[in-house]
């Protein structure tokens, strides 16, 4: 990286470049520290979001175990500090744990919830995670919500009652692989792509 470029500066000409080069971007963020890469993912808006989804297509699989490593104890959360495309509150945080007595190698399911300044109003947005039977992706489904979770988490909400329904609500998010810490995903409702993204950094 050069001495006058900051990691966002350095992510966006990457991102600019076309056709985008898979390859040269994951090297790029697995370069930096998780401060660097956060900083940079949160610079990313619509376009390049959009962009990057596209351009990591089959690039890298991404599987349960990698948002929540095997060295990771069940029901203690990971933190996925994010970014979305929506117009305000763009920063959240997506926080996965594995339930109890799952298999760490091989997961058949995650659970977690969303982290942001709108949780009073809208709910925490539980969800289950689960990987895509024909893809290298994982599925985000928000019409499941967790059995149980973690001391210290939210109240379980459903997400079809309230504002939440509005937001959560008959919603599946797929996520892709970027880098080793970093997926990008993009939301659907009742299968529908609803032209929004958000990208995740996982942390160390």
């Known amino acids: 990286m050069r001495d006058d470029a900051s990691p966002a500066r350095e992510l966006k000409a990457l991102l600019r470049e076309t056709p985008i080069r898979p390859a040269d971007v994951a090297r790029f963020l697995d ?89 009073p109003l809208t709910g925490p947005g539980y969800y289950v995670a689960r990987e895509s039977p024909d893809r290298p992706e994982v599925w985000v489904d928000y019409t499941r919500v ?23 609500g008959f919603m599946i998010d797929t996520l892709r692989r970027a880098s080793e810490h970093v997926t990008i995903g993009s939301a659907a409702r009742r299968g529908k792509d609803l032209g929004s993204w958000f990208i995740l950094c996982r942390e160390d």
């Open 146 to 168: 967790p059995p149980e979770h973690p001391e210290g988490w939210p109240e379980l909400r459903v997400n079809e009652r309230g504002l939440g329904r509005f937001v959560y």
């Open 31 to 119: 370069a930096l520290d998780t401060a660097g890469r956060v900083e940079a993912i949160r610079a990313l808006g619509r376009s390049e979001q959009r962009r990057l989804y596209d351009a990591v297509d089959g690039f890298l699989p991404v599987r349960l175990h990698e948002l929540v490593p095997p060295g990771v104890a069940d029901f203690v959360a990971v933190r996925h500090y994010g970014k979305n495309t929506l117009p305000l509150f763009s920063h959240f945080e997506k926080r996965f744990c594995r339930p109890r007595g799952a298999d760490p190698q091989q997961p058949g399911e995650l659970y977690g919830f969303n982290f942001q300044s709108m949780s």
